[in-house]
């Protein structure tokens, strides 16, 4: 079974299409699909099918449209009931999603190597796969939820394709392609960059430059903002005669900042726009993250704090500020998958390598890091790879961001040993073993950032309107960023409904984390992943203490509540403190440690035991 949603919502079967009907069905499959094996809650299924206000029937409905499903679809594909949803198994098909990522992160690692041919059938490759609008034929509530970050995906592809095919001199082919995609998308600086360098490049200077200033205008009249630092080094350039055609600077990059042939790599995701609340602690890590004079950097950087409160977020944005200051690149990789699982050291490494300009036969070895029978053959190739890390690394004024650490151990292997380059780490637990890091811990906003980043997101008219549920939406969030954006999307996704609409579905404490959901964004996933991390039995221990409430509490009461020693309590409440899903909030008069849990982990460990109290239902 082949399935399609880079397009109309298909499943095919060999040569024969199979009937999805209607938009529900094709919504089903779709959202089905795009959890990519994880279970889709009802609820989730019910805001995507009918928006927030389903029927009465909801529940009857969706059991019926995934009976349908399981119908056309064949013994080949499993629906399963996963309470408190549906997860869909199909090992032994294909998605065109799947195979659009995989050839673009192939694409991604050998545009990164200076491989552009490649890169070019790569990309190109990937952006053939899309036959049009993706997911279409679904509710305009799937599509809303999701279509931007799809399309978003797929502009991302094409700007490197074309990045590509610039450095390898393919301008005047290139010229009618950018010019209707930056008439079709006017806002998007680098395809506007792209097209400058390729006017220029066809002797068409005037012209370039006439694109630059229409550009400059449009983002004055819509956003109020001026060019950004692509499109207006890419102006400078073409005004002192240094935007070349030679390799490397394509882009829009000048000429005269290319380099001597090794990569330097910039493999930062996008900047974010806004960053509320975390101004002190932004200035503080830009100033940790110059170098010394004698150009050594400040070595490691930690930023700690609960699931939710902003981490990369603060990372990403602070790296963009300070990669002036590493010349020789900017490297980013993901330590964790999407449900918190530690990715492999292996992996890791290999992606890292390929950016540094270096493909190690190792990678394509079979096996993994840490395989089930632990040879001494799997334990060769990683310390080989980390010594060709250590190489490819050595001496270069690197900015090397690891996001989501697990521990200190996945580290480790991932640390140049060059004391010119510096390491930013982002993760949930405190890892004591950091050599020489700095930490920052972010905390929830206080109240009036809080309010000032559900303002960016929603806008201010339906919170002006009732201060008074404005209040209750802000005292709902705990002042954590990720349950703010949020309720901020979804009162900005229905501008004419009241900030009361929202702040009365969030006032149930037992649905409160299901509300706290929308458009990928999921307090209770981002929780999840957290305890995910931590020895199985700690989930019980959560439960337990979830009855505590948010008073502070000490050690002793603990105890009692676990029915343990003290000490052996002390032990649990310290792992959670690691795990960021409890805070010490100061100590009692003689001087013992107090313990308070957030409102959304409470909320949180009190939905574990409900789902499983409740029975497996069909």
């Known amino acids: 079974m082949d399935f399609r949603v880079l397009g109309p919502v298909e499943a095919m079967r060999g040569a024969d299409r199979v009937a999805l009907t209607g ?8 959202a089905l699909l795009l959890a990519r094996g994880r279970v889709v809650s009802d609820a989730r299924m019910s805001t995507l099918l009918w ?52 050839l673009a992160e192939r694409g991604r690692a050998e545009l990164a190597a200076g491989r552009n041919r490649e890169a070019s059938a790569l990309l190109g490759r990937a952006l053939g796969l899309w036959r049009g609008t993706g997911i279409s034929g679904v509710t305009d509530h799937l599509a809303e939820a999701e279509l931007p970050r799809l ?21 005047e082919r290139l010229t009618a392609e950018l010019t ?56 400078h350039a073409v005004l002192v005669g240094k935007l070349g055609p030679g390799p490397g600077a394509g882009g829009g990059a000048p000429a005269a900042d290319a380099d001597d042939g090794a990569p330097r790599p910039s493999m930062l995701p996008a ?78 490494l290999t992606m890292l390598l390929r950016a540094l300009g270096a493909v190690p036969d190792l990678a394509d070895a079979p096996g993994g890091v840490g395989g089930a029978d632990g040879s001494s053959d799997e334990r060769t190739c990683l310390d080989e790879l980390i010594r060709l890390y250590r190489i490819r690394t050595a001496g270069k004024r690197l900015l090397v961001v690891l996001d989501g650490a697990v521990d200190s151990g996945q580290l480790e292997p991932l640390v140049p040993g060059s004391p010119e380059a510096t390491v930013l780490i982002t993760s949930r637990a405190r890892l004591p073993r950091v050599t020489q890091a700095r930490t920052t811990v972010l905390t929830p906003l206080e109240d009036g950032a809080a309010l000032d980043l ?50 009365n579905r969030l006032a149930e404490p037992s649905t409160r984390l299901r509300e706290l959901s929308y458009g990928g964004l999921d307090v209770r996933g981002a929780l999840l992943t957290s305890l995910r991390q931590l020895p199985r039995h700690t989930g019980r221990t959560l439960m337990c203490l979830a009855a505590l409430g948010t008073e502070p509490f000490r050690a002793e009461t603990a105890a009692r509540c676990l029915a343990e020693p003290e000490s052996t309590a ?49």
């Open 271 to 348: 900047d974010v726009e806004e960053l509320i609340g975390r101004e002190g602690e932004l200035e503080s890590m830009r100033k940790q993250l110059t170098p010394e004079p004698d150009g050594r950097g400040p070595r490691g950087l930690l930023v700690t704090g609960m699931a939710g409160v902003g981490k990369t977020a603060l990372a990403v944005r602070a790296a963009h500020a300070a990669a002036r200051h590493y010349p020789d690149g900017q490297l980013f990789a993901e330590l964790t998958t999407a449900d918190g699982t530690p990715r492999s050291v292996r992996d890791v």
């Open 180 to 235: 209707g995609l930056v008439a079709e998308y006017p806002l998007r600086e680098k395809l506007r960059a792209q097209l400058m360098t390729a006017l220029y490049r066809c002797g068409r200077q005037a012209e370039a430059l006439r694109s630059y200033h229409e550009g400059r205008d449009v983002l004055a009249d819509q956003l109020g903002i001026d060019p950004g630092e692509t499109l207006g080094s890419t102006y």
């Open 454 to 503: 559900l303002v960016s997101v929603a806008g201010r008219a339906q919170l002006l309107a009732d201060p008074a549920a404005t209040q209750a939406l802000l005292a709902r969030c705990g002042g954590l960023p990720l349950a703010l954006r949020v309720v901020g999307s979804r009162l900005a996704s229905r501008p004419r409904w009241p900030a009361s609409w929202l702040a």
């Open 23 to 30: 938009s529900k069905v094709p919504t089903v499959l779709a």
């Open 151 to 171: 399309e978003e995906a797929r502009m991302h592809v094409l700007e490197r394709r074309i990045e590509a095919d610039l450095a390898l001199g393919r301008h």
């Open 51 to 102: 928006g927030w206000e389903p029927p009465a029937t909801s529940g009857a409905q969706i059991y019926t449209y995934m009976s349908r499903l399981r119908k056309l679809l064949g013994d080949e594909v499993a629906i399963e009931r996963r309470p408190p949803g549906y997860a869909l198994r199909a090992p032994r098909s294909t998605v065109d999603l799947i195979e659009f990522e995989r």
């Open 570 to 618: 002390e032990q649990r409440l310290e792992r959670l403190v690691d795990a960021a899903l409890l805070d010490i909030c100061g100590v009692d008069r003689l001087g013992r440690p107090l313990y308070r849990f957030h409102e959304l982990v409470v909320l949180f460990s009190q939905s574990l035991g409900r789902a499983r109290a409740e029975p497996a239902r069909t």
